[in-house]
């Protein structure tokens, strides 16, 4: 069974940066487009970045310019590079495919202060 596991998260003042891990096991990642996802306290779980296979990349318009998605499909790797980082973007980030269809992680906690 693939699992997916997040890591890198912390405790960051605003306009820091933190840089998100997503460790996959199974063959899914490589073919799948792959999607990190937040979700802070009482809100519902949204996408805030994917990457296709071939490294195609899209975000949300509220982190677009201050995050980065990449990937290492040998590795089954994939990273958010977050920099300038707000207090809206505290949330627990987790990855998964574009559908969501592989078991969800742990995810990680990100708590942007003020």
């Known amino acids: 069974q693939v699992q997916l596991v997040e890591s890198g998260g912390g405790l960051v003042q605003a306009g820091g940066s933190l840089r998100l891990s997503c460790a996959a096991s199974g063959s899914a990642f490589s073919i799948n487009t792959m999607g990190w996802y937040r979700q802070a306290p009482g809100k519902q779980r949204e996408l805030v970045a994917q990457?296709?296979?071939?490294?195609?990349?899209n975000y949300a318009d509220s982190v677009k310019g201050r995050f980065t998605i990449s990937r290492d499909n040998s590795k089954s790797l994939m990273y958010l590079q977050m920099n300038s980082l707000k207090p809206e973007d505290t949330a627990v980030y987790y990855c998964?495919?574009?559908?969501?269809?592989?078991?969800w992680g742990q995810g990680t906690q990100v708590t942007v202060s003020s």
């Open positions: 998964n495919t574009l559908y969501g269809n592989i078991p």
């Open positions: 990457i296709t296979r071939r490294g195609s990349t």
